[in-house]
Each structure stands twice: as structure tokens, then as C-alpha cells.
């Protein structure tokens, strides 16, 4: 995940984002999410902002949600309560940035590996030169299903950093009208440099294992005829903020997109809590954004993480918030939930390597995780001729490179959920999740779970023959996708 990006979490249209107020010149604002009424409109809440000191700098209508900026520290505990708040809490701290202005851990702990250069693709092996690298799509049929679909007619939204549509790999898919930068403060932003990568190659690569095009150039992604909307989420520091998720699903909604991919969390939390009040209205807000996204019929496919962490139990937090401040230690319990993995109307995504196993650094937990999809594993063997267990796909400026992470792993999902929707366009958004862990392959426990070889296991799977605490449904099919 990017995380942030998980390699390393929403748009409106023009019409329907409000104007930003003016905040006075010698202010220096922090950011804050106020829930209104989710129906009957903002007008009410937006004065009850004004009125405690704050100024309006976005708002989502449709959802009761609106941003604010607020030079007081006190501006969420005062506008608490007022008429038409129901919620209300800071999303980015008045200590936002850390001395070298960039986040306190990317890409999910750490876990994720740096890319890795491929080498270039040879010309003269004909279809998809790099293909045979590929591990992750043999691992889920995907070679055999296009010989039956390809995803044409679907659309993948990839919120992420940002889309390099000159990829000769990505170019014959990217669909720039409908493409759009989030990350001012979740202002849609439909010119090109708001939604092309500016300084990482996490949106292309993931863009790549979704729908990379078969076109004898080097690799194929999962959906090679799909159409792609970039969605820039992450913005330069690195950071997903509550209001670029925000305004991402709000755009994938109202703009025909079928399936979004968000391989990241929200910043600044890694675990956003009910039981603080700040963390509560944040994780309101993403929710209900999350939901009108569903309700336009859009499947969320979405990285589970990359820590380690069993999302089943009680999780030690040390690394929160990561924008800068000190972290707090403390126990994450119920009421605890990674945003926006684990909220309703998402697909939470784990990670396999090569050798379909779970990969060492993927979240796990019963009922935490819905399917599992190649993200891979440098502590696993990979088929290849390079034995790169990691993911093969895209990089900006026409290169390929590897990299692991559930980053990896939930693009693959959303490649499949969009070749089902592409075979069954008349199916709810609802039937298509439930369709992709039908068909998935189920992968028991393993008995001993010991990645590093040391003995010791690294972690428990709950599930029994089922696998379900690591693996959810079981592995994404594609054959069984343009079959079923």
C-alpha cells in the first residue's frame, strides 16, 4: 500500500463541490471533517462552522460532509454539538510535516519493498515479451481467461498516485477525460498534471496489473482491455488525507466508474478509533463515502496492509499519527478499523506469493479478509526466469520494474472484479463482489506458517481447511470470472 500508499487511502463533480471560503491571510489553518445530516443539505452545519471560527473549504452535499480549516487547535471540540454537526474531529494536524517534508513511515510499516528496475522487454519474442516474468497472472488463470474476455466495456478506477499515460503498455487504456487530481484539499482537478505521477511510480505499477494492455509490448495485466481512470489521491509528500479519499470515491460514483482500486490508508492513523472523537468524524465521513460509491453500483477493491498485523485482534499502534507530532502508543481494539480496508461496501484484498502461500508482511484476521490476489513475496521462489518472487508490472517514463506489497495484490482483485462486470454488465455492483468469492480458489492454513525459517511461527491462521483467516474467499480466478 502507499500510505498511505500500500506498496507502500474521493471526487465529486465540478458542480457539486462547494467553493472554498477565503481563510484571513495571517492564519494558518489545520484541517478538520465535519459530519452533517447525511440528507436535507449543509447549509446549517456550514454556518455552525462559520460561527466557531472556522471557514468552509470544501463540501460533499450528498454525504452531509464538508472540510474545514481552522486556525484554533479547539475549533472541533467547540463546533461539536452546534446545530447541524454531527460529528466533527481534525484530519491533518497543525504539525502536519515532518522536518524533511515527508511522511513518518511509507508504504504500510515499511514492509513494502523498493522497486526494482526490470530489464527491457526484447522485441523480438513477440506477444508481451515480459510475460514470462508473470507469475501472478498464471497464478490466477489469467493467460487462459483472455482467451475468453478481456474486461472491455469496464472501467477501473485506480486512486493512487496518479497514472504515466504514455506507457506503451497503459496508453491504449487510460481514459484522460475522465481522469482527475484530489489531492488540493479534495477539489476535483481534471487538468493533466493533477492526475499524472509527480514523485512515485506506485499509481502506474498498480494501474499496470489491472489492465496493462496485450499489445506485444511487454507485459499483460489482469483485465487487458478494461478502461483505466486515474484518480490522484496520494499527493507529493506521500499522504492520502481524509479529503482526497473523500473526493476520489465521490468521483469514481458519479462518473460510470465500474471497480476502484485503493492500495493505501488514510493518513494520518494507521487505526482510526470510535472512541476518540477527532478519529470517530474522519472515519464517518470515509464511510459514508465509501457507501454512496457502493450505491452507484461501484465494487471497492481495497489492500488490506502491509504490517503484519492479525486485524482480527487488538493491534499495538506505535507509529501514529505519521504527518509529524509525536505517535502515540497504544493498544487499537474493537472500534479500531484501517481505513478504508475494513469498512463496508469495500473488498479487503491480503496478499500470496509464488507459491500461493500468504505473503510475510500481509494483514490477515477472521473476517477481516474477503479474497486473497498475488502481491508477492521475496521470502517465496517464483517460477520466472528472473525467480523474482516480487510483482512484475509498469513504471512511469515507459519502464517496467517488480515490486510487493497488498498494493500489488488488491489490483489483481479489481482486474477480476472487472472482467466479471464486464462479462455481466447488468449485475449490481453487490452480485459482482458476491460473484468474485464464489469463484475464488479456496487455500487451507498451512499447518506451520514460518516464513523465515526459524522455527518460530510468524503467525495464526484461523479457518481450518477453509483458510479463511488468511486468505478470506481464497484466491481470485479469472478463468472462473468470463465463465461463470
Known amino acids: 500500500m502507499v500510505g498511505s500508499a500500500l506498496a507502500l487511502t474521493m471526487l465529486v463533480p465540478a458542480a457539486a463541490a462547494a467553493a472554498p471560503e ?6 494558518t489553518p489545520a484541517h478538520f471533517i465535519v459530519v452533517g445530516p447525511s440528507e436535507g443539505g449543509l447549509e446549517r452545519t456550514a454556518e455552525s462552522v462559520r460561527e466557531s471560527d472556522g471557514t468552509v473549504m470544501r ?24 446545530p447541524g454537526v454531527r460529528a466533527a474531529g481534525a484530519s491533518r494536524d497543525l504539525a502536519e510535516k515532518l522536518p524533511d517534508g515527508r511522511k513518518t513511515s511509507p508504504a504500510g510499516v515499511g514492509r513494502e519493498q523498493t522497486v526494482e528496475i526490470a530489464d527491457a522487454p526484447d522485441d523480438s519474442t513477440g506477444r508481451d515479451p515480459l510475460a514470462a516474468q508473470q507469475w501472478d497472472m498464471r497464478l490466477i488463470d489469467a493467460p487462459e481467461a483472455h482467451e475468453v474476455g478481456r474486461g472491455s466495456g469496464a472501467t477501473v478506477g485506480v486512486l493512487d498516485s496518479g497514472i504515466d499515460p504514455d506507457h506503451p503498455d497503459l496508453a491504449p487504456n487510460v481514459d484522460a477525460e475522465r481522469s482527475v487530481g484530489c489531492t488540493d484539499d479534495g477539489a476535483p482537478d481534471r487538468s493533466r498534471e493533477a492526475w499524472t505521477p509527480s514523485t512515485s511510480y506506485h499509481g502506474t505499477h498498480v494501474a499496470g496489473s489491472v489492465a496493462a494492455a496485450r499489445n506485444d509490448v511487454g507485459i499483460a495485466g489482469v483485465a487487458p482491455e478494461a478502461d483505466l481512470v486515474s484518480i490522484k489521491v496520494v499527493n507529493d509528500d506521500g499522504f492520502i488525507y481524509p479529503s482526497a479519499a473523500i473526493c476520489g470515491f465521490m468521483w469514481a460514483a458519479e462518473h460510470g466508474v465500474d471497480v476502484t482500486n485503493s492500495s493505501y490508508f488514510v493518513d494520518p492513523w494507521y487505526l482510526w478509533c470510535a472512541n476518540d472523537p477527532d478519529q470517530a468524524a474522519v472515519s464517518e465521513a470515509v464511510r459514508r463515502a465509501v ?30 499519527p505519521n504527518n ?26 491480503s496478499s500470496v506469493g509464488p507459491e500461493r502461500s500468504k505473503s510475510f508482511y ?18 517465496q521462489d517464483a517460477d520466472t526466469p528472473s525467480g523474482n518472487g516480487a510483482v512484475l508490472s509498469t513504471l512511469p517514463d515507459g519502464e517496467w520494474g517488480y515490486a510487493q506489497g497488498t498494493s500489488m495484490a488488491s489490483p489483481h482483485a479489481a482486474g477480476v472484479a472487472a472482467l466479471i462486470r464486464a462479462e455481466h454488465p447488468g449485475w449490481s455492483s453487490a452480485r459482482v463482489v458476491s ?18 525459517g526459524d522455527g518460530v511461527r510468524d503467525a495464526k491462521c484461523r479457518g481450518g481447511a477453509t483458510g479463511a483467516g488468511f486468505y ?13
Request: aromatic content about 4%.
Open 22 to 27: 477565503t481563510a484571513p491571510a495571517d492564519s
Open 59 to 82: 463540501s460533499w452535499p450528498e454525504i452531509g460532509v464538508l472540510l474545514a480549516g481552522s486556525a484554533s487547535p479547539e475549533f472541533a471540540a467547540r463546533v461539536r454539538g452546534e
Open 291 to 320: 457507501g454512496y460509491a457502493s450505491g452507484h453500483d461501484v465494487v471497492n477493491t481495497v489492500a488490506a496492509g502491509n504490517s503484519g498485523w492479525n486485524l482480527s485482534q487488538p493491534i499495538h499502534d506505535t507509529n501514529s
Open 324 to 349: 509529524g507530532g509525536p505517535t502515540q502508543d497504544r493498544w487499537a481494539g474493537p472500534g479500531c478499523d484501517v481505513l478504508p480496508a475494513e469498512l463496508p461496501g469495500t473488498v479487503s484484498v
Open 362 to 379: 500481509s494483514n490477515h484476521g477472521i473476517n477481516a479478509i474477503d479474497v486473497t490476489a498475488p502481491g508477492g513475496d521475496s521470502r
Open 435 to 452: 460473484a468474485l468469492g464464489e469463484q475464488a480458489d479456496t487455500i487451507p492454513c498451512p499447518k506451520h506458517y514460518d516464513t523465515d
Open 472 to 484: 478470506g474467499a481464497g484466491l481470485v480466478d479469472a478463468l472462473e470470472a468470463v465463465r461463470g
